[in-house]
């Protein structure tokens, strides 16, 4: 195995001290691309919640569909219209390998102004606790993330793959920024190419994840998170 120390936690990768969670679904990667592409406002939406939008759903749809949306934070429109775009972007690639450099062509539409933004944004020092930076990978993480990629494959399922990817970009942060949308897009690149279902946190939901989240960091226990995000955020037919 991958020697992964000091970028994430070994029972992450190593099987045997995982639970298998199987594919839930099993569809074309045609059908499940085009469930993903009709649920895409409400998937912007929950993924735009977990940034700390205050965009009821209506006002992300009207954001999405380039309408003007009066008394909202520019910071949410920001979000709301990367997220989009960053949608896009993955559905019209859907067809690549996953990679780092498709990973980071994602961040790279998701932090777009954003990070300007929040250089004078109380809300984003509030929330984010840090000044603007330029997009970039975290140092040293290449090599890192390359090896972890191919990792996966080690584990049984696709479904455990993509929940693994996303709590990996959660943990590690490859990026500067936008680690968790750019995971949620990663993870779903996977899962529509192999018909299981798409990933999205639903926004009533979206506490008990913070709760999860809270808890792996602090104590290290990935399959109580991972399981949560299988029994509560796995989506198909």
């Known amino acids: 195995m991958v020697d992964l120390a ?3 936690p070994e029972e992450v990768v190593d099987t045997s001290k995982i639970i298998v969670l199987e594919d839930k679904y099993k569809m074309t990667k045609e059908e499940n691309l085009k469930l993903f592409v009709q649920d895409k406002d409400d998937f ?6 977990i940034e700390n939008s205050d965009l009821s759903l209506l006002q992300t749809k009207d954001v999405i569909n380039g309408k003007n949306v009066t008394g ?34 994602i961040n790279e539409i998701i932090v777009k102004n954003a990070l300007i933004y929040r250089a004078t944004s ?23 993330v390359t090896n972890f990629i191919s990792e996966l494959k080690h584990l049984p399922s696709v479904t455990d793959q993509a929940i693994t990817l996303f709590i990996y970009l959660l943990k590690t942060r490859f990026f500067e920024s936008g680690n968790k949308r750019t995971g949620l ?3 779903n690149q996977l899962m529509i190419n192999y018909g299981v279902g798409y ?3 639903p926004y009533t939901h979206l506490q008990d994840f913070k709760k999860q989240v809270t808890n792996y960091r602090d104590n290290e ?7 949560f995000l299988y029994d509560y955020c796995i989506f198909g037919k």
């Open 6 to 8: 000091g970028t994430v």
């Open 44 to 49: 912007i939406f929950n993924a735009a919640k």
């Open 72 to 105: 909202v934070e520019l910071e949410d429109t920001i979000t709301v219209n990367n997220l989009s775009k960053a949608f896009d972007y993955l559905v019209d690639h859907i067809d690549e390998d996953l990679s780092l450099d498709l990973g980071s062509s």
């Open 122 to 144: 109380k809300k984003s020092k509030e929330s984010y606790g840090f000044e603007a930076q330029p997009w970039c990978l975290s140092p040293g993480i290449e090599d890192k």
């Open 185 to 187: 897009l990663l993870a």
């Open 199 to 201: 990933l999205s946190i």
């Open 221 to 227: 226990e990935i399959q109580p998170l991972k399981q």
